[in-house]
């Protein structure tokens, strides 16, 4: 397969790139460019029918469809990223919230980002390279008697980098920055991009003419709570609180080289992460951490609103197989969140959403064992605070009755990803030039065909998938299957339009066999 | 594939008339039964029909069910062992001449091999090849049009 290259400019005319970033006040300032403006400005305008931008998981899922499904050629797509590759983020940040690539994600069998198709599933793959009936058996029998099956890391990396080659990613990546996106008087799109120098910096403007754009840019980064940014703000300390997406190995470093305390914040999937490392590590290097977990929202017991909607829940973690009920993706949950909006919406969100883990067997086990001799323990409540003393952090937490102070020698903070769209450069620009609206959850409102609302323009449109359209019709965006359902809205959406092809059952057949020898599309 | 009702009710009746209808018409001369081989197909593919058509309800107690899962969905297990309730009501209905249009007694070893192999075949397309060719199905409830 061949790999990204240096430059990824290669069909780009050679160009003398601007010397400065600077866009003049014009362009700046005006929701709609006109050619001459653009002109004026001396920027080199390239032209192409379709750009991605983000470079993610979120774009290499959304051309994948519309190459094998839509019949797009790699010459009609851009990809605009600061990324060498599409899981270059995804997975550092599995990385450094403990997840190795021998270990297995939350994910579903049938997820396949680099299989559209979702056969053979990853199930199906594993046990017909590992000679092994096991992971179909446990298909079979989850979720009931088995946990649900996950994929491998390593598996679902290597098969979206096969995959790439197979579609020519590679050529349609063009490494920088994207700055911008406005819309063009005439129809569709300029992005303005920052190109990749030789050097390794972005600088310099050049603008790409689209018809349509595609931006799924993630998230626009970690969220830090208030009290964690204020006592980082305070003590100017980034040692002894971390955000658990954070690189924070020098805690389970120092961990093995001095007895000490641990202080858990959250009950999610990484929470779980953490907490299986902190205890694999003790187990295997005799360690003697402690662990205390303050939950926000503890859960005593099963929960919800009435005997239709309840969700496990024990120990404080609420538990579900994923990060939505499956039917989420496809089922009657997928059609029920179709035909809500504003409040409606808002409630159905509330109901199936809140902070899950999945319910594995392996994780049980060993905090039933940290339960039982008594080095684990959990506390319902809010933090309120963190401070330094000596050379401890004590964190002090709203309780019912009051408040408690709890000293440790590290705080990890496994809230998650912040979701906020205004914080985005290209999203806030769009929200103020380019005639986006939020949704009823704040974020980026996008049609049922992943269309952003009120934003297109002539022939041309914008799609977003991904974190930034969660709240919308669909629920899951911010997920590998997400990704694909918004992915075959977006490809079909095109084809309705003339600008790609629909992908019928005999053309399916055809491409799945493509897949299957590995040929080129 | 996570079910809707209505996804249900078309999966079924389209796998079983296409799967169903092509195993059953592979199957039926090898199968022990006796008659004219025009009144062996009347015989399976009476069955077969049976099997679609009390499908219809079994599939709305199904999705009944699935309203005490959280999750909403329909594991791969209860997909292959609902052939049980689903084989014994259709056996008892055949072997007390019934089902409308059965030409004659059916043998219990022919139906149990139809059935299974039938419910067999359906299930596993369901769970796999199915996406292949229609390829927008799982992320549809299993809608087929």
Redesign the interface.
Known sequence: MSKAPELATADLPPIVLPSTDELPPLLQDSDFWTDDMVAAAGIQVHDVPFVSIGGGMGSFVTVNYLRVAGGVPASDIKVLSNLSHPWQTYEYLTRVSQLSRRQRIRSDSQSRPDNLWGFPSYALQEALVKKSPKPLAQVLLEPVFADFYTPELDVVLKGIEREAGRIGYWDMLVQGEARLVRRRTGGGYYVLHAPRRPDGHNSGLIAFRARDVHIAVGYSGLRFLPDLQDFRARMNDYHHVVNAYEDHEHVYEALRRKPGRVVIRGGGIVTSAVLHRLIEDRRKYGLHTEIVHVFRTFYEGKHGPNQWWRRRGKHGFAYQGFNYPKSAWGGQLWSAMRRTEGDQRIKLYDLIGGTTTAWRRHWQEGLELARREGWYRTQSGQMAGLRLDGDQVVARVNVPNGSLDIAADYVIDCTGLDGDVAEHRILGDLLEHGGAGRNPMGRLDVERTFELRGSTNGMGMIYVSGAAAFGGYFPGVDTFLGLQIAAREIADDLARRGMARKMRPLRSISQWTKWVRNRRV | ?????FGRIQTRLFLLAVVGGAITALITPILPLDGPMGQRYQATFVVLASVAVLGVAWELLYHLLM??R????W???FG?VTLVPEGILVWVLADRQILPGLPGPVPGDAFLVHFVLVWLAVWMVAN??M??????W????GRVW
């Open positions: 594939m996570v079910p809707t009702l309203q005490w959280w999750e909403k969905d594991p791969t297990l292959l796999g090849p996406r292949v060719p229609f390829i927008r799982r992320f549809r409830g």
